[in-house]
């Protein structure tokens, strides 16, 4: 490739032989001639390509290379319908490489929607605590939640100066 990775590639192609006499007496052996074709075609292409380029555009790659082997077995009276890039294969120290790339990108997107969760999460108890601080019987409500929370934990709960008592108390633990 442009980037220097060695890669081996899969390629199929359907062909039919138009003019017999022309195929046998222009070459040697058509199918050999097809094959180098092929391989000449897709090595100039895809040399010109970096890796990545190569993975986001395989059809395009085809499309440019196809053309190429028409023309060429088209002079020999061979006609080239399909053309494939079936697999793009990379070495074993690229493929893990490749692999570690891909694993922190999607860690690094994980990051980002996490932060954003914790910040929207953040905001809402702000947003909370405001609607609280304004609406003293709101602030009450969630005051008994929390009782009935910790009453159905425990054994026994008492609690002093009835529930209006303690929120004032922790208002005064805080003051002081």
Same mark, same amino acid.
Do not use: C, W
């Given at each position: 490739?442009?980037?220097?990775v060695?890669i081996?590639?899969?390629?199929?192609?359907?062909?039919?032989?138009?003019?017999?006499?022309k195929?046998v007496?222009?070459?040697?052996?058509?199918?050999?001639?097809?094959?180098?074709?092929?391989?000449?075609?897709?090595?100039?292409?895809?040399?010109?390509l970096?890796?990545?380029?190569?993975?986001e555009?395989?059809?395009?790659v085809?499309e440019?290379?196809?053309?190429?082997?028409?023309?060429? $077995?088209a002079e020999i009276?061979?006609?080239?319908?399909?053309?494939?890039?079936?697999?793009v294969?990379?070495?074993?120290? $690229?493929?893990?490489?490749?692999?570690?790339?891909?694993?922190?990108?999607?860690?690094a997107?994980?990051?980002?929607?996490r932060r954003?969760?914790?910040?929207? /999460?953040?905001?809402?108890?702000l947003?909370?605590?405001k609607? $609280? /601080?304004?609406?003293?019987? $709101?602030?009450r409500?969630? %005051?008994? %939640?929390?009782?009935?929370?910790?009453?159905?934990?425990v054994e026994r709960?008492?609690v002093h100066n009835?529930?209006?008592?303690?929120?004032?108390d922790?208002?005064?633990?805080?003051?002081?």
């Amino acid at each position: 490739t442009k980037d220097r990775v060695t890669i081996r590639v899969n390629i199929a192609a359907e062909y039919r032989v138009l003019d017999p006499v022309k195929a046998v007496s222009a070459v040697k052996d058509f199918s050999e001639a097809l094959y180098r074709a092929l391989q000449y075609a897709f090595r100039k292409t895809l040399g010109a390509l970096t890796l990545d380029q190569i993975l986001e555009k395989k059809v395009t790659v085809d499309e440019e290379a196809a053309a190429k082997v028409r023309a060429d $077995m088209a002079e020999i009276g061979v006609e080239v319908s399909d053309i494939a890039l079936k697999d793009v294969i990379l070495p074993g120290e $690229m493929r893990e490489i490749l692999n570690q790339v891909v694993s922190a990108e999607k860690q690094a997107e994980a990051n980002v929607i996490r932060r954003r969760e914790e910040t929207n /999460a953040t905001r809402s108890l702000l947003n909370t605590a405001k609607v $609280m /601080a304004e609406n003293p019987v $709101m602030l009450r409500l969630k %005051e008994l %939640e929390a009782l009935e929370a910790i009453a159905g934990k425990v054994e026994r709960l008492t609690v002093h100066n009835g529930t209006g008592g303690l929120l004032n108390d922790l208002v005064k633990l805080r003051d002081s």
